[in-house]
């Protein structure tokens, strides 16, 4: 711990606080520490706006249930207006990994009953697909029924991107309009 505790306080030093009034992206990733968006993308503080899940389970939108997940969206899009929004997924994912093989972690049932909320990503699961890659397009299906997602695509206001990321060479595929993923 004492290395986490040197370095941040040496903040002050490297960084010396936002560069942006406001940040005009939005980064939605898996809580994986392998993962880094800013280093990833080489924002600096001010420029993302970062919401981290277990598993990058983005939670099915309902009128009446409050999630983290929800309230930060709503504002990243309603209040900050972030002109894009980025999904990310990456390989090696334990939550996919596990969602994948239907087996509950006997030490994190938490964990798998929040895994159940990807339930419907196996309908668009076939069998040469990438579970990874299946995973990412079924949040981002989720996503977009957010209904501050949903009036800002349709208004233009908003851009989606879904990126995946490779652990082991760090680098980074998007998904284009004709359903590949291709390198950025």
Known sequence: M????????LAPQRHGGATAPAPRAMFIACSDARLVPTE????RPGELFELRTAGNV???HRIGRLTAEAATVEYAVNVLRVTDLILCGHTQ???VQARTRSQAPRTAPTMWLWLLQTHHWRRLHTPDADPG???????????????????????????????????DTATVSAHQEDGVFAPL
């Open 58 to 60: 983005i939670p099915p």
């Open 93 to 95: 994912c334990g939550a």
């Open 2 to 9: 004492q290395p986490l505790i040197d370095h941040a306080r």
């Open 133 to 167: 890659h299946q995973h990412l397009l079924a949040q981002a299906d989720k996503l977009r029924r957010y209904p501050a997602v949903t009036r800002s695509l349709r208004a233009r206001r908003l851009r989606m991107h879904l990126w995946y990321y490779d652990v």
């Open 40 to 43: 990833l993308t080489g924002a």
